[in-house]
């Protein structure tokens, strides 16, 4: 529970219809699971202690009476036990019987709460037997069961006594599809997870539209949402009930165990301050709703494992066929941008330094794309290399074949002469390998460009990435400048994907290239080569990118601070990097980060790709100034 780590379960069991005692055993066996796992919130079935197909048994009295002694034996079995429980089953209220779902926990009733919206399902009409919960008076009822009173309603929010963000209501089946569902009020009102036990029958595309429906759900109320569906035992007369269970977070599906898999038990850890932290940034205020009652319990903070929980490339999607979505759509949003700025500027060519590295290549294959969107020739492309002391034979070899096979025009310009004659006017020894010595290759590469594209009415096309932006891994007005900067949204562990996708799609010869060019180490290529070969890597110095994406994607999109951080990257690597390497390099990142804000803060213009941006206009307000030390002394201060 610490960090807002909340542990769930969604269970079903092979359920005896009509046998309240067979149900409640089976349930207290799950129970006891929980326990062991120390699962903080379990989730049964609609109606789980009696079947939700039960038809005209529900006007039985036997029935109700026996749900009304399974629900007060399994409170008492509650006691000592470690999870909040929720248990669906029927009760009277006065002369009616409402649908209820009951929240369980240490000895205890919490509370009851009825199903707004009684659905009819043929055979299985609810309002045959049910009454509406949304008919109910007042906001401050109670019910009675087994001589006892408890809260009563559809306004009941369970929230832990000292973690706020731990905070859950229920909202029963179908009402989950109506057009006002119970979970918009109670998530305005404070809730960060929705219980969901449901009886919903299995049909042509109704998984599909549970999972859009819970997907929205929590994506628009920026919550968690917990759905138990019934399953075996449930009556097939006209229906047929297939177990299907969801885990969503904030649209996110952390688990899932499709219709008739007959999981019986699915786990997830929730992250309820990263939903009260999209909450904030989302401006979604808690409405003081004086309806609303908010019942507490204690319940001890114990540590969650967050195994699977986090993964290792946050920019990019597990499932391949998203990927190439994604690619697509990032490569479609690069080049209709840069089309409208050709367009408005009334460009005539494309200006871009080619250097065979992964930057330079996914800015170049995105201007192709933009002269095929436009219909203009691609020799209107004016790809240059520019080699120096650290050019290699790999990558210029790379550069020269990209050019020619993707059809654009391909120039060399050997910049070296200019560059010794730049140290001879600022008196500077050439054997001084230093940050002159490299930074005035940067700068002499991008004044050529800028030239060029003066000379031919042309824009330079910037080929830097979000990660080196984040760690201010560019030469100022150097390759940190440019008068489009099209890969300003992509991080270097994504276009890496983004162009390994290119090359599942391209001819042969092109495909070896793009290949070679994902597999080739990250340099700036400044230093002199020992025999043509790479002298200087980028991650040696800075760090792997892959932990700089992800400590990026954390800090910047959930404002997540160091500890957080340095815990979910321990997860997400386990096996991979040790305690002491995450750490190390958090700390650059962070030292980074802050103190190069002022690249970042007069940044060309680029296209936004992603919901983690850096751009000093639309996304990312920071001043250059703000020091790094709270963020620093919380690094140092890990174990």
């Not at 780590?5 to 046998?19: G, P, R, T």
């Not at 209820?100 to 037997?129: F, M, T, W």
């Not at 408005?344 to 060519?349: A, F, G, I, L, V």
Request: proline share 4%; glycine share 8%.
């Amino acid at each position: 529970m610490r960090d807002g780590f909340v542990k769930v379960a969604v269970c079903s069991f092979e359920l005896s219809l009509a046998d309240v005692k067979s149900n409640v055993e089976k349930i207290k066996k799950m129970i006891d699971t929980g326990d062991n796992e120390k699962v903080n919130l379990v989730v049964f079935p609609e109606l789980s202690l009696t079947g939700y197909t039960c038809g005209d048994l529900f006007n039985s009295e036997p029935l109700v009476s026996a749900s009304q002694e399974g629900i007060v034996e399994l409170a008492n079995y509650s006691a000592g036990k470690y999870p909040l429980v929720v248990v669906g089953l029927p009760l009277k209220y006065g002369n009616r019987l409402f649908n209820c779902a009951a929240v369980l926990h240490d000895g205890k009733i919490l509370g009851v709460v009825p199903k707004q919206y009684s659905l009819n399902h043929g055979q299985y009409s609810e309002k045959r037997y049910f009454a509406n919960g949304k008919d109910l008076k007042g906001g401050n009822n109670k019910i009675s069961i087994a001589g006892k009173v408890y809260p009563f309603g559809n306004n009941l929010i369970f929230g832990h006594k000292t973690l706020e963000n731990f905070s859950f209501a229920v909202e029963i089946g179908s009402d989950a599809f109506a057009p006002n569902p119970p979970a918009a009020n109670l998530t305005l009102s404070g809730a960060h997870i929705i219980a969901n036990p449901a009886a919903l029958s299995e049909a042509v595309a109704a998984a599909e539209q549970r999972r859009m429906v819970v997907g929205s759900a929590s994506l628009r109320n920026a919550c968690a949402y917990v759905h138990s569906n019934a399953g075996a035992g449930e009556s097939t007369g006209d229906l047929v009930f297939g177990g299907h269970k969801l885990i969503v977070e904030n649209s996110r599906t952390l688990a899932e165990s499709n219709a008739f898999e007959y999981k019986n038990y699915l786990t997830a850890v929730i992250d309820t301050e990263l939903l009260a932290r999209e909450r904030q940034v989302r401006g979604f205020g808690v409405y003081n709703n004086e309806n609303i009652r908010k019942l507490v319990f204690t319940q001890k903070k114990n540590e969650v494992s967050l195994k699977g929980r986090c993964t290792k490339s946050p920019f990019v999607p597990n499932d391949l066929s998203e990927l190439e979505k994604r690619a697509d759509l990032i490569m479609n949003i690069q080049a209709h941008g840069f089309k409208r700025r050709i367009e408005h500027t009334n460009s005539q060519k494309v200006l871009i330094g080619i250097s065979g590295g992964l930057d330079s290549t996914l800015a170049l294959l995105a201007a192709v794309k933009t002269m095929d969107l436009m219909e203009w020739p691609r020799t209107d492309i004016m790809a240059v290399t520019m080699p120096c002391f650290g050019t290699t034979k790999r990558t210029k070899s790379n550069a020269e074949k990209l050019c020619r096979l993707l059809g654009v025009t391909f120039e060399e310009i050997d910049i070296t002469p200019a560059v010794k004659q730049h140290f001879k006017d600022i008196d500077h020894d050439e054997n001084d390998l230093d940050v002159t010595y490299e930074n005035s290759q940067a700068r002499e590469r991008t004044q050529v460009l800028m030239d060029l594209a003066n000379k031919h009415k042309g824009l330079v096309l910037g080929t830097g990435d979000l990660s080196e932006l984040a760690l201010g891994w560019a030469t100022y007005n150097g390759d940190h400048m440019s008068m489009y900067a099209i890969n300003a949204g992509v991080p270097k562990t994504l276009m890496r994907a983004i162009i390994g996708c290119v090359a599942k799609n391209s001819e042969a010869e092109l495909a070896e290239v793009l290949q070679d060019v994902i597999a080739t180490p990250v340099s700036p290529e400044l230093l002199p080569t020992k025999e043509g070969e790479l002298s200087q890597l980028t991650e040696d110095f800075v760090g792997p990118y892959e932990l700089h994406d992800f400590f990026l994607y954390h800090l910047v999109r959930h404002g997540f601070g160091p500890q957080k951080i340095f815990r979910l990257a321990k997860a997400a690597f386990d096996g991979e990097y040790g305690d002491e390497t995450i750490k190390q390099w958090l700390k650059v990142f962070i030292r980074r980060f802050f103190s190069q804000q002022y690249k970042r803060s007069c940044l060309p213009e680029g296209p936004k790709v992603g919901s983690v941006n850096l751009s000093p206009r639309s996304d990312w307000h920071m001043p250059s100034d703000a020091t790094a030390r709270l963020w620093l002394d919380q690094v140092d201060k890990l174990p």
